[in-house]
């Protein structure tokens, strides 16, 4: 499984994608959500304060992460912080035993 972060000029964020399989992006999914809430303490943020009413949306540390699952891309997180999205990264690819 790879994983990389890209910038996004269009609307200045900072995008993962993580390359799996859309059959397996539920699993994974849950996985992420634990690292945002538990491990980063993040909360998830009601649809009325969102930028963009599809997907998910968490605030840690003052920064929104949003999640974001369809056909095309499997598992995408995208945020202004990139070094939050590589923290996620670092955290996702150890629990499932990548490097």
Known sequence: MKASI???AMNGLWIL???CKYE???KYVRMITKIIIKMLSGAAIPGNKRRVRS???YLVHEH???LHTDEWFP???ASKRKELLEG???IFMD?????
């Open 75 to 77: 598992l995408v997180l």
């Open 24 to 26: 397996e992006s539920p």
């Open 88 to 90: 996620i990264k670092a």
């Open 55 to 57: 997907g998910r949306h």
């Open 17 to 19: 994608f993580i390359d």
């Open 95 to 99: 629990m499932i035993g990548k490097k």
């Open 64 to 66: 929104i992460v949003e």
């Open 6 to 8: 890209q910038y996004n």
